[in-house]
């Protein structure tokens, strides 16, 4: 155990403010003592807050409550799955870049990594319902939200995986990456294959 006098005194106050002011040195904690209950608590956090969020938005936007309801509880009962596989996905980017880590510890460190989301909750709730700028300023909370979870992903990447920040942020971007070239392909051999037969 790397950190055995800061771990066991590591309250959830202390683990917050860690992620706000060292996420670097917190993340590299994290993913070395592997707290698997509070990265339960973590995931069903950002999970719940995110799609209630997701939820209220929809509802005040004008969309059925059971429309609304069937999106929050589909998002919250998919976010572990969700995780894992973005998990296994950065863990495949990172194995293509030769680095060294395995999937558990970035899991982990993604369900930490992931806590800002669940934040989505409060603006979706509080300014949704005025409409107007209110309504409008959720969306650009929620992308600002995202983004930070997608810098201490990077973090996670880093840390379990044993890779420079750069090369941390690149693994974030190579799944999307790989999505965008296997829509590209499809579509080019759709199109081929549709002038193949229309030249018939």
């Known amino acids: 155990m790397r950190f055995p006098y800061l771990y066991p005194r590591l309250s959830w106050r202390r683990l917050l403010q860690g992620l706000l002011q060292r996420p670097g040195f917190t993340m590299q904690m994290i993913v070395e003592e592997r707290p698997w209950r509070r990265a339960l608590v973590a995931l069903a956090a950002s999970g719940a807050g995110f799609w209630l969020g997701i939820g209220v938005s929809l509802f005040a936007g004008g969309r059925p409550w059971q429309a609304a ?6 998002g919250m009962a998919s976010w572990p799955v969700v995780l894992a596989a973005l998990a296994g996905a950065y863990r495949f980017s990172a194995r293509v870049l030769d680095s060294h880590g395995d999937w558990r510890s970035l899991y982990v460190g993604m369900s930490f990594g992931a806590l800002p989301m669940a934040l989505f909750i409060a603006p979706a709730l509080l300014l949704t319902p005025l409409g107007g700028f209110g309504a409008g300023l959720v969306p650009l909370i929620g992308a600002g ?27 974030l971007a190579m799944p999307l990456t790989f999505l965008f070239l296997a829509i590209l392909a499809t579509a080019l051999s759709v199109g081929i294959g549709a002038l193949i037969v229309g030249s018939f």
């Open 69 to 74: 309801s069937l999106v929050t509880l589909v």
């Open 145 to 171: 939200l995202i983004l930070w979870t997608l810098v201490l992903w990077a973090f996670a990447v880093r840390e379990s995986q044993g890779m420079i920040t750069e090369f941390a942020f690149i693994v």
